[in-house]
Nanobody
Framework: QLVESGGGLVQPGGSLRLSCTAS????????VGWFRQAPGSEREGVSC????????YTAESLKGRFTISRDSAKNIVYLQISSLKPEDTAVYYC????????????????RGQGTQVTVSS
């Protein structure tokens, strides 16, 4: 089971750190991706961290503001978001795959329920 947390209402320019916590299995053995879905839009891939070597991938348009990392001791994968913009408003989902990182949500083995991020003044 995956559970996302850390979402909320934040002003433009602010920061958030989202957490993806696993129960029942160790995240280290999985590549973990973050996705988001804004109202009226398709779900899009945000970032992914691989199970081996900790390689990370972030959507080109989001590089510089989105940082993915993992804390193996806590079995958590984080998504740090800075300089938030209103267009970042979305439900953010994490997902885990035993395969390589990819930006296709349906190819992931485990998926969370999402956490809402709202950027507004």
């Amino acid at each position: 089971q995956l559970v996302e947390s850390g979402g909320g209402l934040v002003q433009p320019g602010g920061s958030l750190r989202l957490s993806c916590t696993a129960s029942g299995f160790g995240l280290d053995a999985y590549s973990v991706g973050w996705f988001r879905q804004a109202p009226g839009s398709e779900r899009e891939g945000v970032s992914c961290i691989s199970s081996t070597a900790g390689l990370t991938y972030t959507a080109e348009s989001l590089k510089g503001r989105f940082t993915i990392s993992r804390d193996s001791a806590k079995n958590i994968v984080y998504l740090q978001i800075s300089s938030l913009k209103p267009e970042d408003t979305a439900v953010y989902y994490c997902a885990a795959t035993s395969s390589v990182c990819n930006m296709y949500y349906d190819r992931y083995d485990y998926r969370g329920q999402g956490t809402q991020v709202t950027v507004s003044s």
